[in-house]
């Protein structure tokens, strides 16, 4: 199954209806600094039901709608529409779901437009193996923080991210299991290095470390890496777990800037070897990144300062030499 189509109405930045379609493999929403594109990411988990105003980016609720501008009233309704689709083509029904909420009024869940309550949309998630998706998005501004922990603190935040009831249980089967994925993902990254997962333990209480030899022999420990090395490792381990999740898509808000050149051009390798089986959609900046994707989306703002889609394309190579990264 994959997110066919997103529209997003009175969200945020967004102040009309705006419709964006998807497609499996690799989808990348470009624009300028400011112009709503992670608030498309927040759309989609937004409608799948996440409530923490803070992963959503919000400090009050009222942040969730459009605040107007001089010619457009701000909004008193917020609907984002989420249509996904079991293959590219079929013509069987897929699943569609709808989140509205009124700025005075009640916050609605409609499935295939019949209103439900936030338990059934749980319950056909769970159905459709989409229930772990608000779990499976990486911001730029956490992209390290697997990383930044003490061991103890990391395998916590491992285990409370895949569901199991105490570090327990976290046992000798899923560490292999993570840790062959993160090497296969690390493979790409760092072609002619070697990284492993480790339990160890960490005063007095279990936990995990990673240990990564770089070129030239060079072994680290997590807290020992560079800020591009731990960029590198923090997505590649993160990706590793999110496979676990069986969730079949990944939210990317950014997850590049810190890579050099050269990691640049292995996470290409990365990033296809991920979109073989998991739709990506991503946002960036690099034109490394846009090289690979399967869809292009450009987002603008109004003079006002709202957003829409300014242009949407399958890519192929005529369109990437046309286009000019920003």
């Known amino acids: ?5 997103v529209i997003i109405e009175g969200f945020k930045s967004f102040s009309i209806k705006t419709e964006m379609g998807f497609q499996p493999g690799i989808s990348v929403i470009v624009g300028n600094n400011g112009v709503g594109k992670s608030n498309i990411l927040d759309a989609i988990v937004w409608a799948l039901g996440e409530n923490d105003l803070g992963r959503l980016r919000c400090l009050d609720r009222q942040e969730l709608f459009f605040a107007g501008s001089e010619n457009c009233p701000p909004a008193q309704r917020v609907s984002v529409e989420l249509r996904f689709r079991h293959e590219k083509g079929a013509a069987t029904p897929g699943l569609n779901i709808r989140r509205e909420l009124e700025r005075n009024g009640p916050d609605r869940f409609f499935l295939d437009d019949h209103a439900c309550s936030p338990d059934q949309v749980s319950k056909t998630l769970a159905a459709h193996r989409l229930h772990q998706s608000l779990k499976t998005i990486v911001r730029q501004e956490r992209i390290n923080d697997l990383l930044l922990v003490d061991p103890d603190e990391r395998l916590e935040m491992v285990c ?20 062959e994925t993160f090497r296969r993902y690390m493979l790409h990254l760092v072609p002619d290095g070697a990284v492993a997962l480790k339990l160890i333990s960490h005063n007095g209480r279990r936990g995990i470390d990673l240990v990564i030899t770089l070129p030239g022999n060079r072994t680290r420990k997590a807290h020992q890496l560079s800020g ?97 990264c920003c």
């Not at 199991?164 to 046992?171: E, I, K, R, V």
């Open 1 to 5: 199954m994959f997110l066919e189509d």
């Open 160 to 179: 409370a991210l895949l569901k199991l009831p105490s570090t327990a249980g976290f046992d000798a089967s899923l560490q292999n299991a993570i840790d």
């Open 228 to 324: 591009g090395e731990k960029a590198v490792a923090s997505l590649a381990l993160k990706l590793a777990l999110f496979r676990q999740l069986e969730n079949p898509f990944f939210l990317l808000d950014e997850v590049e800037p810190s890579l050099d050149y050269s990691h640049h051009k292995s996470m290409q390798a990365f990033l296809k070897a991920v979109a073989t089986d998991t739709q990506l959609i991503m946002i960036t900046h690099l034109r490394s990144t846009i090289e690979l994707a399967d869809t292009l989306h450009g987002v603008r703002t109004r003079w006002d300062g709202s957003s829409f889609m300014k242009f949407y394309f399958d890519m192929d190579e005529r369109l990437l030499r046309l286009y000019k």
